[in-house]
């Protein structure tokens, strides 16, 4: 088997699963009791804690663990909702959100929600106005559009304020990476929070959350080798105080996570993300040349030896382990079942979306037209991939594409 979707999730570091093992076996304690077993898994989870942070330019209490990138995610937009009690005079300070068109689901069905309801008790409140920004044919936001669409600044929603902006570090379909720098800036000078979805971009790039200035950040675990069910929300401490994080803990309890979100820690869990934390730091450098060294030899050798196929996101300004290729006269549902055939995992693009069966809504934002959606293929790479397996990738898409093509009902439109 040839493992190619390391974006939908990755195998779990054998040094990941050897660090988490003692939770459950020996140190099951519950970090919140007062005994030996109780302090050994507290300590862990402040260990941990340091190694999430470190990975990120983050300070140990800047991260809130959560249950992976869209509980993350979710956090932060209901955090910046419309609410009666965040105006001073008690009146309702109308927000308005700022996001992108190529987010994935776990921005944009929130989001969605936001604007259909104010809060849970419903009834004449106003809701929460919603901006999605397009991109361009590079799936890429521009930072304009930004400044533009910030009400404060002479926009198109009277009476509300903008009070967060979201736009993704990487895309997760076709790889793009935003200006991150360039959009935090803008926020800054409007007073702004900015959060990025960083759940495709941890350990892909170089992040130091200081030097790009954002406020908040999504983290998943199980995309950079740990566990599953588990992540990190970034908070930058300045923003741990104020209206905004009075809004934050919407799952009360026992007070865990500094009181943000209670429940009994998942410990062994945690243990394991703050050790691939650890491992994605250590050998960045390392696999973001491996992952290039990858991505080179298989996009020379498809626009070589396959015709009619297409490079999709930013050729530059992307995250290496992504490769999107769009195989004309091909659907790219096809291309996986006989990919899979041969033992390769691949995939169309957002895992997530599958459950939706709705044509990429990233892929249409960047304009493509329904045959370039549906002959697409994600292709991702982890740590674990090696030329040979590309090597042999080639050699079966070549053949499956072929195969493909030959029964196409475009075949006489591109001379198959
Ligand atoms: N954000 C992006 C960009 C993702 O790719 C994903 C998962 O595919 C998520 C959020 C959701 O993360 P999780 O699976 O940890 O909830």
Same mark, same amino acid.
């Given at each position: ?7 939908a ?9 050897k ?7 020996? $140190?099951y ?5 007062? #005994? ?14 340091? $190694?999430?942070? &470190?990975?990120i330019g983050?300070e140990?209490?800047?991260? !809130?663990f959560?249950?992976?990138g869209?509980?993350s995610?979710n956090?932060?937009l209901?955090? #910046? ?5 965040? #105006?001073?005079?008690g ?6 959100i ?15 929600k !936001?604007?259909?309801t &104010?809060?849970?008790?419903g009834?004449? @409140?106003p809701?929460? +106005?919603?901006? $999605? ?5 590079? /799936?890429m ?13 002479g926009?198109?929603y009277h009476?509300?304020?903008?009070v967060?902006?979201s736009? @993704? ?14 959009i935090s800036?803008?926020?800054k000078?409007?007073?702004i ?7 495709q971009a941890?350990g892909k790039?170089?992040i130091?959350?200081k ?11 199980? +995309?950079i ?7 990190? !929300?970034?908070i930058?401490?300045?923003? @741990? ?9 919407y799952?009360?309890g026992?007070g865990q ?6 429940g009994?820690?998942n ?6 993300? /703050?050790k691939?934390?650890?491992?994605a ?8 040349s #491996?992952? +290039?060294?990858l991505?080179?030899? @298989?996009?020379?050798r498809?626009?070589?030896?396959i ?11 992307r995250i290496?382990?992504n490769?999107?290729l769009t195989f004309? /006269?091909?659907n ?5 079942? +006989?990919?899979d055939?041969?033992g390769? &995992? ?12 709705k044509?990429s809504?990233?892929?249409k &934002?960047?304009g493509?037209?329904h045959?370039?959606?549906t002959?697409?293929l994600?292709?991702?790479?982890g ?14 898409l070549?053949?499956?594409v072929?195969?493909?093509r ?6 006489t439109?591109?001379?198959?």
């Amino acid at each position: 088997m040839i493992y190619l979707d390391n974006a939908a999730s990755t195998a779990v570091h054998p040094e990941v699963v050897k660090e988490m093992i003692p939770y459950f076996d020996t $140190q099951y304690g519950n970090p919140s009791s007062i #005994h030996q077993f109780g302090r050994k898994a507290k300590n862990a989870i402040e260990e941990a804690r340091k $190694q999430v942070a &470190a990975l990120i330019g983050a300070e140990p209490d800047e991260i !809130l663990f959560t249950s992976g990138g869209t509980e993350s995610n979710n956090t932060i937009l209901y955090a #910046h909702r419309t609410r009666p009690t965040l #105006h001073p005079q008690g009146e309702v300070q109308k927000n308005h959100i700022i996001t992108s068109s190529i987010e994935h689901d776990a921005i944009l069905q929130p989001c969605k929600k !936001l604007t259909i309801t &104010a809060n849970n008790r419903g009834g004449g @409140m106003p809701t929460t +106005k919603i901006t $999605q920004l397009p991109v361009d044919e590079h /799936g890429m936001v521009n930072p304009d559009d930004i400044t533009n669409f910030i009400t404060n600044t002479g926009g198109q929603y009277h009476g509300y304020n903008t009070v967060l902006v979201s736009i @993704m570090f990487a895309n997760n379909e076709v790889g793009t990476i935003q200006p991150i720098k360039k959009i935090s800036e803008i926020c800054k000078e409007n007073n702004i929070a900015f959060h990025t979805d960083a759940v495709q971009a941890v350990g892909k790039v170089s992040i130091n959350v200081k030097e790009l200035g954002v406020d908040f950040l999504s983290i998943s675990s199980h +995309k950079i080798n740990g566990p599953k069910g588990v992540g990190a !929300l970034f908070i930058r401490k300045d923003r @741990m105080v104020g209206q905004f994080f009075n809004e934050l803990p919407y799952i009360r309890g026992g007070g865990q996570e500094n009181g943000l979100r209670s429940g009994t820690e998942n410990v062994a869990s945690i243990v394991g993300f /703050g050790k691939a934390c650890e491992i994605a730091k250590e050998r960045l450098s390392e696999n973001i040349s #491996h992952f +290039k060294k990858l991505h080179s030899s @298989m996009l020379s050798r498809v626009v070589k030896e396959i015709s009619h196929v297409k490079l999709n996101g930013h050729p530059e300004k992307r995250i290496f382990n992504n490769i999107h290729l769009t195989f004309m /006269g091909v659907n790219g549902e096809d291309l996986i079942i +006989k990919l899979d055939e041969h033992g390769i &995992a691949a995939s169309t693009g957002s895992a997530c979306s599958i459950h939706t069966q709705k044509a990429s809504h990233v892929l249409k &934002a960047m304009g493509f037209n329904h045959e370039q959606i549906t002959g697409s293929l994600r292709m991702s790479f982890g740590y674990l991939n090696t030329l040979d397996e590309v090597d042999q990738t080639i050699d079966v898409l070549k053949k499956v594409v072929s195969e493909l093509r030959s029964v196409s009902p475009y075949k006489t439109k591109y001379n198959f």
